[in-house]
């Protein structure tokens, strides 16, 4: 029987993480089953940092950014050694089941250490970049991106009073999904992500191009991946002489309140994790597809997704034949 889970959150934060953890306690607490929350995420797990959860413990977090259980990034948690003592301080404090809420390398820790562990282990995708297969949103992707548009938005003010060349510089090390999104939604004329080829060559001919045709603003969306905003700023500049300037929006990406949809995604995600433990699941990610909760395996989840690679493409393709 179920009786006492633990719940944490790993690697980077991203909006609605709060919303998933008030979801894990109060659908665990109307089971009878005890919730104890993990601070600072593996490391926690391995430092002992175990705080009961209650259903006034998790009031009025579901609009805050971030996340109320802290978060870190665990090199100890990859040795053999500091994952004993995290099984040591499950076991000590009669956990059999646990909700790690994270993307891919907190699902890659996971996976390893339901191997070595008697509990079940099931995941929540937390991350901003929307980069694991098995479901169509990750908590937090959908505010990141609004949050990055929102400032794309008043960038284009700026650009268009001034007649310039905008560099916007977005998250994004390995994957499009912001950029991308952003790029479409805020009617940038260009945008560069790890999943595209580029030359700059070609970027400053359709802007030499464009202002033939009276064209007399441009933005450029940046993937971080690629190349920071500076350089391709600088880049343009040299190339085409026209005046190009850049800004990198950062951190803000991941702060801020949570939009409606990254709530609802974490009520819904938080409860079915409870579900898939009192069910005997383990090893395994709560996703979503076709607006359907399904549960994906750690080793899948980690894995590139082909169907996001091509709505990617997709709308990369969008993106180039609007701005013309």
């Known amino acids: 029987m179920l009786k006492r889970i633990a719940l944490l959150t790993s690697g980077g934060d991203s909006?609605?993480?709060?919303?998933?953890?008030?979801?894990?306690?109060?659908?665990?607490?109307?089971?009878?089953?005890?919730?104890?929350?993990?601070?600072?995420?593996?490391?926690?797990?391995?430092?002992?940092?175990?705080?009961?959860?209650?259903?006034?413990?998790?009031?009025?977090?579901?609009?805050?950014?971030?996340?109320i259980l802290k978060t870190s990034r665990s090199e100890r948690f990859l040795t053999k050694e500091g994952r004993k003592k995290a099984i040591d301080n499950l076991d000590k404090n009669k956990i059999n089941g646990l909700v790690v809420i994270g993307g891919n390398g907190s699902f890659t820790g996971a996976h390893i250490l339901q191997q070595e562990w008697g509990g079940n282990i099931v995941g929540v995708p937390g991350t901003i970049d929307n980069d694991l297969a098995?479901?169509?949103?990750?908590?937090?992707?959908?505010?990141?991106?609004?949050?990055?548009?929102?400032?794309m938005d008043?960038?284009?003010?700026?650009?268009?009073?001034?007649?310039?060349?905008?560099?916007?510089?977005?998250?994004?090390?390995?994957?499009?999904?912001?950029?991308?999104?952003?790029?479409l939604a805020g009617g940038a004329e260009d945008v560069l992500v790890p999943e595209t080829d580029y030359t700059i060559d070609e970027i400053c001919n359709e802007i030499k191009a464009g202002r033939k045709k009276g064209k007399v603003s441009?933005?450029?969306v940046v993937s971080e991946?690629?190349?920071?905003?500076?350089?391709?700023?600088?880049?343009?500049?040299?190339?085409?002489?026209?005046?190009?300037?850049?800004v990198t929006l950062g951190h803000i990406q991941r702060g801020g309140s949570p939009t409606a949809f990254d709530r609802i995604l974490g009520a819904r995600m938080g409860a079915a994790a409870v579900e898939a433990l009192i069910n005997d699941e383990k090893d395994k990610m709560v996703g979503i597809e076709a607006d359907v909760i399904v549960l994906v395996d750690f080793i899948k989840a980690c894995q590139h997704s082909v169907k996001k690679i091509a709505l990617d493409r997709e709308l990369y393709r969008l993106i180039k034949l609007l701005a013309t």
């Open 15 to 67: 909006p609605g993480m709060n919303a998933c953890i008030r979801a894990v306690v109060r659908s665990a607490a109307s089971k009878g089953i005890e919730v104890f929350g993990i601070m600072r995420g593996y490391e926690g797990l391995i430092d002992g940092e175990f705080k009961q959860y209650g259903l006034r413990s998790v009031s009025n977090i579901i609009a805050l950014g971030g996340t």
């Open 134 to 151: 098995g479901t169509d949103y990750t908590l937090g992707a959908d505010t990141a991106v609004n949050t990055a548009l929102g400032a």
């Open 154 to 183: 008043k960038i284009r003010d700026t650009v268009h009073s001034m007649e310039r060349i905008f560099v916007v510089e977005v998250m994004g090390r390995l994957e499009g999904f912001i950029a991308i999104r952003a790029a």
């Open 218 to 220: 441009w933005i450029v």
């Open 225 to 246: 991946g690629v190349a920071t905003g500076f350089e391709i700023a600088k880049l343009i500049n040299e190339n085409t002489g026209f005046e190009t300037r850049h």
